[in-house]
């Protein structure tokens, strides 16, 4: 099992940048496909961006393709989530979760783990 923690939302100017961090817990978290998910309040849960256990591959839903990147440090377990250009529609709560599956899975349901969620405000 591993418990995740995100941190690093917080409020930003359209065009602007923020960085997104989760932190896992346990010693096997270079086991564990990683995703990054948001939630708009009244919409379902979008997914972001997904890497695997060795960061070699990384997958991105198209609306983020070019801004964001996902990066893991599997010495720190930790993966990140650097959001370039952001865009008011860019705001929500944003969750980190963890996969047993391999590959980038893009289905939440493909997560059993999650964090609590870090809220990005986008202002226009």
């Known amino acids: 099992q591993v418990q995740l923690v995100e941190s690093g939302g917080g409020l930003v100017q359209a065009g602007g940048s923020l960085r997104v961090s989760c932190a896992a817990s346990?010693?096997?978290?270079?086991?564990?496909?990683m995703g990054w998910f948001r939630q708009v309040p009244g919409k379902e849960r979008e997914f972001v961006a997904a890497?695997?256990?060795?960061?070699?591959?990384?997958t991105y839903t198209d609306s983020v393709k070019g801004r964001f990147t996902i990066s893991r440090d599997n010495a720190k377990n930790t993966v990140y989530l650097q959001m370039n250009s952001l865009k008011p529609e860019d705001t929500a709560l944003y969750y980190c979760?963890?996969?047993?599956?391999?590959?980038?899975?893009?289905?939440?349901?493909?997560?059993?783990?999650w964090g609590q969620g870090t809220q990005v405000t986008v202002s226009s």
């Open positions: 346990g010693r096997t978290f270079s086991t564990y496909t």
């Open positions: 979760a963890a996969s047993l599956q391999l590959g980038v899975p893009a289905n939440d349901k493909a997560y059993a783990f």
């Open positions: 890497i695997s256990r060795s960061g070699g591959s990384t």
